[in-house]
């Protein structure tokens, strides 16, 4: 697949699914279900995007903010079997997804289809077609499995690696196209580090008993999948045992999380001659030909001592144990395409174990994400004439550049840069391309045979362009009109050597963006999203790139270290913050999401306060206009969390949890503490002398 450097956005890695909010949640989704299986034209719920039903007025606004503004929603929204948290964001995905269910169902059903149609029509009933899948049983894998069973030479290692990547199986590394670091006009390739089969490096190398003990589950998961292949349970138990040996070799070469943030750790641009000196025994040249890469003369090398263990590894492990590996990554990466058995025991680790979860996810659910992950394009268009008008697209067009004017105000005043450096962030910000909605220019999906009754090979054939039309890329200029989400997505995303901010159709419905009710809300929510992710653009990793997106350095050495003395002031701010147990917000972890957190809201109010300063603004439901605004902002942030989710996002997520975004950021507005009457003192407003602030 390809390496992407997308900056997180104001969604959280782990969306939810979740049921309509104004009920309780245990029934609501397949009430939804149902509805959305009965219309032809399905309908997406309206819920408002400030709500006082959500809210807990018993709680002092000023003693603990989030929950005045969530405690009702919290109480109203317990988190579903099926799921291992539950969200406004969640519930907007639930939303899309019972939408984009109605449309599959529809065009796996109608008597007159076009090309697009018929594609994410036949995806959609072959996935539902579980008996057909169940009948195959591991079958689909054999292919496979034969390729490796064939290796006798370590030297053949590269090249399987590289057709087992074709296929979608993620082993070993991670490997694809990414622009030039140094000219992001340029697309070349890039390899990084990966292989692993737990979510981070961390999880090899913590002592704590926690990570024990899950390392012990992790290795009769992988004893149970080698079972499921056929291994009697002593040889399973033994492959299994060769799996957590590599892989941990893998984790210890590895950079951490924090290190990744980084970019200049991960730029090391070589040519083939220079990659073999760091790994001689992997056949790179036999790896590029059989993953048909396009010709290039220089590649960049994430970090160059994971790919020297790689090389260590090929010496110490045999044959045999490389067959283990791969074997277990083969079914790793296909389970969820697999018969019940295999989804079964992949949902029984990854999501009841380590994230809590309680049930597995209904099939149409997941049979919904496969068509929008393989054919998001195709399926989007749909979705989008019917959800995205435009003139929902000129409105949130109009609120992004009046968030980019109140950003150019801010960069103006910040007391502690140079005029010099002031010029060089306008212009940075000047450039900055806002996408919206959708695409320009739809992807061609003409090539993908897309074949009834065969979800297996569906799924290995889109996985298998996608996977080309990557690699097509390589040494070809950027096409900047592209996007890394599809329509329906509910997320939003800031891209650094794009440098563009990208807003899917998806995100902007309904309680995200609501036209029914007034700005305050919307700018305290939508804006603060927008304002989030231009602020990415100027966080400790954004600021490393340049107006065009080249990795350069633009800053004086004096603004360079004020900015991280004012960083530093929310670094040290999050650190404070228990998740968990004993767990704190890993703060250098999350540093970019929370000065774009605290950053976005300060520019989404005044670009509120700009947009209505001719207006004459009322209270409503009991709440002043700025109330609403900081209530708005609150209320995306609304949810529940199982606390082994919460362990898995200590260590993966850059987001903080959400009552930290809000209650972290408000203390840090001046303007919060005079809306509520609160006193300086009380646990939401802070001394003056010790409000962070960075943008």
């Known amino acids: 697949m390809a390496i992407k450097k997308i900056l997180a956005s104001i969604a959280l890695s782990a969306i939810a699914t979740c049921a309509q909010q104004t009920k309780p949640a245990a029934s609501a989704p397949d009430a939804a279900a149902a509805s959305a299986s009965q219309q032809s034209q399905p309908v997406l719920p309206y819920t408002p995007s400030l709500d006082p039903a959500f809210m807990d007025r018993t709680v002092d606004p000023c003693v603990d903010f989030y929950e005045y503004s969530c405690g009702g929603w919290r109480k109203m929204n317990p988190i579903p079997a099926d799921q291992t948290r539950w969200s406004v964001y969640g519930k907007l995905y639930q939303d899309n997804l019972n939408y984009l269910r109605g449309i599959l169902e529809a ?28 009948r195959l049983g591991a ?58 089969g737990l979510p981070d490096r961390d999880y090899y190398t913590k002592d704590d008993p926690k990570s024990k003990e899950i390392r012990e589950r992790y290795v009769l998961h992988v004893q149970k999948t080698f079972e499921l292949l056929g291994d009697s349970p002593e040889v399973a138990a033994k492959n299994a045992a060769v799996v957590m040996r590599i892989e941990t070799s893998l984790a210890q070469a590895s950079l951490t999380r924090v290190e990744r943030r980084d970019p200049y750790k991960q730029k090391h641009k070589m040519t083939v001659v220079d990659l073999y000196k760091i790994a001689p025994d992997f056949d790179w040249n036999a790896y590029f030909a059989a993953g048909a890469t396009p010709p290039f003369s220089i590649l960049n090398v994430g970090w160059p001592d994971f790919f020297k263990d790689v090389n260590a590894q090929l010496k110490s492990n045999s044959p045999d144990d490389w067959k283990s590996y791969l074997r277990f990554h083969v079914a790793r990466s296909q389970s969820p395409y697999l018969s019940p058995a295999f989804v079964d025991e992949d949902f029984a680790f990854y999501r009841q174990y380590l994230r809590g979860a309680k049930e597995i996810q209904p099939r149409w659910k997941r049979c919904v994400r496969y068509v929008d992950e393989d054919l998001g394009e195709a399926l989007g268009q749909a979705y989008v004439q019917k959800t995205f008008p435009p003139e929902l697209k000129a409105a949130t067009l109009d609120m992004t550049r009046r968030i980019e004017d109140a950003m150019a105000l801010r960069i103006q005043q910040l007391e502690w840069m140079s005029p010099e450096t002031k010029q060089q962030a306008l212009t940075k910000l000047h450039s900055i391309r806002n996408k919206i909605g959708y695409p320009d220019k739809w992807r061609d999906y003409s090539s993908v045979n897309i074949v009834p009754g065969d979800f297996f090979g ?47 159709a998806g995100v902007l419905q309904p309680p995200l963006y609501d036209a029914k009710l007034d700005d305050a809300p919307n700018y305290g929510n939508t804006g603060s999203t927008i304002g989030h992710e231009l602020t990415h653009g100027f966080d400790d990793e954004g600021r490393q790139y340049d107006a065009k997106g080249n990795l350069k350095d633009w800053w004086t050495k004096q603004d360079a270290a004020q900015f991280v003395k004012h960083a530093d002031c929310v670094v040290d701010q999050y650190g404070q913050y228990v998740v968990v147990d004993d ?32 207006m004459t603004l009322h209270d409503r439901d009991g ?10 902002l609150a209320q995306w942030a609304c949810e529940n969390v199982r606390p082994e989710d919460e362990r898995v996002n200590a260590i993966t997520d850059p987001h903080s949890p959400g009552k930290y975004r809000i209650n972290g950021v408000v203390v840090n507005i001046p303007e919060f503490g005079p809306a509520f009457s609160c006193k300086v003192g009380q646990p939401m407003v802070k001394p003056p002398d010790k409000v962070c602030h960075v943008w």
């Open 458 to 504: 569906n799924e290995q054939r889109a996985t298998r362009f996608e996977v080309h039309r990557e690699l097509d890329k390589i040494g070809k200029p950027v096409d900047r009109g592209e996007w890394d989400m599809t329509p329906p997505t509910v997320n939003a995303y800031y891209s650094d050597q794009m440098n563009d901010i990208n807003f899917p």
């Open 583 to 614: 767990i704190h917000i890993n703060s250098k972890l999350t540093e970019g999401e929370d000065v774009a957190d605290l950053g976005g809201t300060i520019l989404a109010y005044i670009a509120w306060k700009d947009a209505t300063k001719e």
């Open 107 to 134: 065009a796996a059903t109608a008597a007159n289809r076009d090309a697009l149609t018929q594609k994410i029509g036949d995806f959609y009933a072959s996935c539902m077609d579980e008996t057909a899948i169940d």
């Open 139 to 196: 079958k689909p894998l054999q292919p496979a499995l034969a390729a490796i069973q064939s290796l006798q030479d370590k030297k053949d290692l590269a090249a399987l690696v590289a057709k087992l990547q074709l296929d979608g199986t993620s082993v070993l590394f991670n490997a694809g196209p990414t622009q030039d670091p140094d000219d992001s006009d340029v697309v070349i390739m890039d390899i990084a580090q990966g292989g692993l």
């Open 623 to 632: 709440l002043t206009p700025d109330q609403r605004f900081f209530v708005g």
